[in-house]
């Protein structure tokens, strides 16, 4: 299918040759490849700095700023401009249109004005020959700043009450006075670093100028039509007169969401300027240096508890490092606060969200969108708890999961409608064994050895919706031509996830014809046009089933027609595979097509898909913001070495929610790809800035995320077979982007078990910070063993 | 005066190509994708750590074809000459079936996204080259250089476990290669002048030194496994530029009298088995010492004469009393390795010198040496605290002890003090406590982004502790930086 991979190989044995139950190659509910892996392999998919540049292409590179928060007291550029292949340096100046390139808030300039807020800020632009002479040219740069005062950490922002827009605050009852009265109440601080989304491909656009003013931009981007817009409103052009075309991505983990439309923009004003195309593909260090992150954010709570272990009252801060301007902060700190119950009923809890607002990189969409940072919060409470009264974690966690009514409602109003967590933590820990390796752990520790180890098992709920609730809406294009081939295109973007070929089954299932009629073609603004990014996880959600309403509406038209032809009724048209039958008379796909088309009927339609039931009052933080919640839980053990802080996860053990899963490789692949990648973050990912603002772990040769031998030897993933009732979804599938990098918590709370089993007493624990480094393991060890001896 | 060619010759894609008027920092990976149209090996850095670029380079060491995977995003251009390179393109057969390798990625769904696989796959057709039957080690180590945000690994171990069973009969390496490089190797100096500066690629030591006495302040290029980055990143230029890799006499590995001699060219992966039989410890230093594609040509002289304060190597070669070796046209200089490094950035290498060779004196009775690394992650990593230590041990007593540390100082640096407090003394835990609290007051460490203060030196510390329990505690001795089974009840 897509492409005539076939010409390359084998067919894939889980697609091709074996029918479906339903007789179709290619159906849902089959581990169909990505549609792109012998592409991928042969190294003949192209991205966009892979696409053959028009002729006199230009290539561009940035100045940027090496000051987090000045004046710009003078900029000379004259040496810039008179560097070798340098053909234009524009500036703030030149832009015809509005200087922004932000999602919401306007306030997130192309380049700096009379201002720097971050160090690494774009301030000009160099357009040259060659990359290699517009990127020596941006050295030229001469720039006086006047140093103002820099806000860099959380800390120095509450303090100046910093921020990038106001507290916002998520209450049910009143947490006070029963803290006051509650048997049992802890307080404490959990620190969470960021995490950088070190997509394989970095930052790139390709723009080139068109007719009457307009342009088109070739880019890697979760969201076309964001691009198109901040590229209009640059320019200073009807909507109508940009197209933004994105036919896969290196990667993206929300790192593409917002950010490319600098970069796009960028290059578009340069096409725009010179009239010829323009290239921008950014060195990693500066991709890194200039671009959002994951939020740091800092948990503060307070809570009071029954012996058994049960939540009775939470008070939660969340104070988050957004940057120096908006960006997505509002909906991500939102997001932190509807995930800070994670699966757990909280009977009275305040919760309230500080965006901070720093000199620094503005952050912004990462993978789980502040859900992550949100249920750190509360894994750490309940850990906390556990030690507290002497229990096992596990058994605290279940005493506190949402159950039947009452404890079925979250803090914001929704009801938790299956609770099915309880069953599937239980169904895990027997598949992991975990209450006999619990023993087994506790064992080894007890020998008091040089390593130690730890156990943990965490839970994820996570809300799938834009809670933004406007953007849960889709577009799809589906086009039958003659020969009874398809052409499939929606508003969704593939970063990898396998979003593709997941639409394109549902399109195989709905047409009931095999996947290879279908051809997946690149996300154009000029063929779907408003779209959201792909994002929140819900992408196939909401594509699948634009595009199922695309191709319904074009098989209603033909089983209307084949009615006809028969002189039958509608009902007698049977869709089988390949063909139809209507009233023992069988005619073929392409027969079909190409009948209906002599009769004169449209091959063609549109598609759209709106998520019903969700309803959601912003102002007050009440309502259903999200269409369902998808679940899953994960074992983790490690083993940690106390000399010198160094560990290693031994094993890993998931049971992941999908629904009735579209395509199981896939999600299994995001399973075990989310997870890691949320390991990495809990670990070894450590964003390192210096006094001065400066990011000194800017490339991966100082940013480490995982590698091959990181991921443990054995990792057992399972999906939940889920038995229960749930939201009408496409094919009855659940979204699986994001949650399962959450499950890596897990990790992180068997890391914080192996430095507990130091301390003699609950409050000698040392309380480990994120990312849990082999220099914060070390350090938490030490500090515990110090406390043992006194 | 020597004879020379501006031409760089090489095997690609079934043919000898020969390339003039090259821009001696044009890297083979801009030269594919910008001057050859060929896209599929990915930029993902321009630093060497992520492995999208990854290609499989031929060359001849000792006559023998050597086929190793190379970071293309920082090897320049010149040093293709007298190799044959292939690429991601290069796998298919004329027919277009998949490579072994590249099937068993598609069938184990081993691609995501897709922009690390080209580079996966090549890294894999490294190893399946060298083996159809992979261990789970071997294939963790051949992937440490190559980044997948994406995946999890999961399905590439599989692959990598799959490829010689799908068909182990497949080879894109042609069987007359060796000769065809042979032809391709010769005496002649290669030089030519690029758009910054002129540059030169000698064949023969003595060329070599011709060379620096005429233009002592040339640039000297080993392994381009950091000038590599001075040239993507600090984008710096050159005025003159002297590469090393064309002289095979710098390359050699031997066993004398003296001890072990390693040539300064010689590369991380061709000493590694001599120097793992000089001292098991350094086998798995250099496993973890970047990665299959920077062994390739990371080099032993290049890691000491750059300077660097955490090179990983200095600290091990120190400890084991390593001598240097420095030629130039007036002869021969020899110093011990530690004098070497005077301070950040300043090394005892006069104008017109250039690092010959490394010389290990043979160890006594009683001598090991023991390494630990520490860093963010085992793989490819660099060290926060790396510490060497040389102890002879006779009778229970310390005769000798070497102890030198990376990430500690500016340079490498010894710690004395902690030496003192072990020689003559017994080895036993009493002793060893008493010079860990001299360790732990001997160096002051910098924080900066691969560690604290206090971290480096609780850490360098505990190595101490490490280092007794390595040699009396055979349970309490193992160590994370492999995955092992000891630790796992499946």
Known sequence: MLDRPDRLGAPDPASAGLPDDDGINGGVRRSIRHESAHKHVAGSAPYTDDIPVPANCLHLALGLSQRSHAVIRSMDLSAVRAARGVIAVLTAADVPGVNDASPIAGDDPLFAEECVFFHGQPLFVVAATDRRAARQATKLAKVEYEDRPAILTIDEALAQNSHVSDMKRLQRGDPMPILAEASHRLSGRLEIGGQDHLYLEGQVSLAMPGEDGGITVLCSSQHPTEVQHNVAKVLALPDAAVTVEVRRMGGGFGGKETQPAIFAAIAALVASKTGRAAKIRLDRDDDMAITGKRHETRIDYDVGFDDRGRILALDVVQALRCGYSLDLSNAIADRAMFHADNAYYLPAVRIRSYRCRTHTVSNTAFRGFGGPQGMMGIERIIHRIAHHLNLDPLAVRNANLYAQAPRNVTPYGMEVGEAVLLRLMQELAARADYAKRNKTVDAFNAKCGVFRKGLALTPVKFGISFTTTHLNQAGALVHVYTDGSVHLNHGGTEMGQGLFVKVAQVVAETFCIDIERIMVSATSTGKVPNTSATAASSSSDLNGMAARSAALAIRARLTKFAAELYQAEPDDVQWLPNRIVVRGEEMGWDMLIKQAYLARNSLSSTGYYATPAIQYDAANMRGRPFYYFAHGAAVSEVTVDSLTGEYRIDRVDILHDVGKSLNPAIDLGQIEGGFIQGAGWLTMEELWWDRQGRLRTHAPSTYKIPTASDRPAIMNIDLWDAAGDHAETIFRSKAVGEPPLMLAISVFEALQEAVASFASTPEQIVWLNAPATPEAVLMAIESAKRAAMT | MMQSRSTIRFWHRGAIRSLGNIDPIHTVLEWLREDEGLTGSKEGCAEGDCGTCTALMAWLENGELIVRPVNTCIVLLPMLDGSALFTVEDL??????????????????????????????????????????????????????????????????????????????????????????????????????????????????????????????????????????????????????????????????????????????????????????????????????????????????????????????????????????????????????????????????????????????????????????LSKRFDQDISAVCGAFALTIVDGLVRDARIVFGGMAAIPRRALATETALIGELWNEDTVWAAMGVLEREFEPMTDQRGGADYRRIAARNLLWKVWLDTTDDAAAMSLSRQSSDFVDA
């Not at chain 2, 001075?230 to 003159?240: A, N, S, Y």
């Not at chain 2, 002289?247 to 066993?255: A, E, F, G, P």
């Open chain 2, 92 to 373: 298919a057969d004329e027919s277009g079936t998949l490579h072994p390798v590249q099937q068993a990625m598609v069938d184990a769904h081993g691609s995501q996204c897709g922009f690390c696989t080209p580079g996966i796959v090549m890294a894999l057709a490294g190893l399946y080259h060298q083996t159809r039957e992979p261990s789970r080690q071997q294939i963790l180590d051949q992937l440490a250089g190559n980044l997948c945000r994406c995946t999890g690994y999961g399905p590439i171990v599989e692959a990598a476990t799959m490829m010689g069973r799908l068909d182990p009969t497949r080879s894109i390496i042609p069987t007359n290669l060796a000769d065809e490089l042979s032809f391709l190797q010769d005496d002649q100096c290669l030089q030519g002048s690029g758009p910054d500066g002129e540059w030169f690629a000698p064949a023969t030591i003595d060329d070599l030194s011709l060379l620096l006495e005429a233009h002592s302040d040339a640039t000297i290029v080993a392994g381009a496994t950091d000038v590599g980055l001075w040239v993507t990143k600090q984008l710096l230029t050159f005025e003159r530029l002297i590469f090393l890799h064309r002289i095979s006499d710098l390359r050699s590995v031997q066993t004398t009298d003296a001890g072990l001699e390693i040539g300064a060219m010689a590369t991380y992966a061709s000493a590694r088995s001599a120097l793992a039989g000089f001292a098991p410890a350094l086998d798995e230093l250099i496993r973890r010492f970047g990665s299959e594609q920077v062994r390739s040509f990371g080099t032993i002289g290049g890691n000491i004469a750059n300077g660097s304060p955490i090179g990983d190597m200095p600290p091990a070669l120190i400890a084991a009393n390593a001598q240097l070796r420095l030629r130039s046209a007036e002869g021969d200089r020899v110093i011990a390795l530690e004098d070497f490094f005077i301070d950040y950035g300043k090394q005892d290498r006069h104008p017109g010198e250039f690092v010959e060779a490394v010389v290990l004196p043979r160890p006594g009775t009683g001598w090991a040496l023991h390494v630990h690394k």
